[in-house]
């Protein structure tokens, strides 16, 4: 199966959210050169690591931007359920 189209995962960082809890921090790479940041809090974090079966921040490089998206729609879907 071919690799879908889009973004991917150049890299992965851990920073501190404004509350002191760890955030992760997935910079994109664009197939045209341009890159973007997008910041995941402790749950979409952890949902993007389980969906990539990452054991470490390495692992998540070369990733889908897709499973970024679906990682924060989980993250966004647990306060819809009441969690």
């Not at 071919?2 to 992760?24: N, Q, V």
Request: with cysteine.
């Amino acid at each position: 199966m071919a690799d879908p189209p889009g973004a991917r995962i150049k890299h992965a960082r851990i920073a501190a959210a404004h509350d002191g809890s760890a955030e992760l921090v997935v910079t994109l790479g664009y197939d045209n050169g341009g890159t973007a940041d997008v910041t995941l809090d402790e749950a979409a974090g952890a949902a993007l690591m389980r969906a990539c079966n990452a054991r470490d921040l390495q692992d998540l490089t070369g990733q889908s931007w897709q499973q970024v998206r679906d990682a924060l729609t989980a993250a966004y879907n647990r306060f819809q359920n009441g969690e």
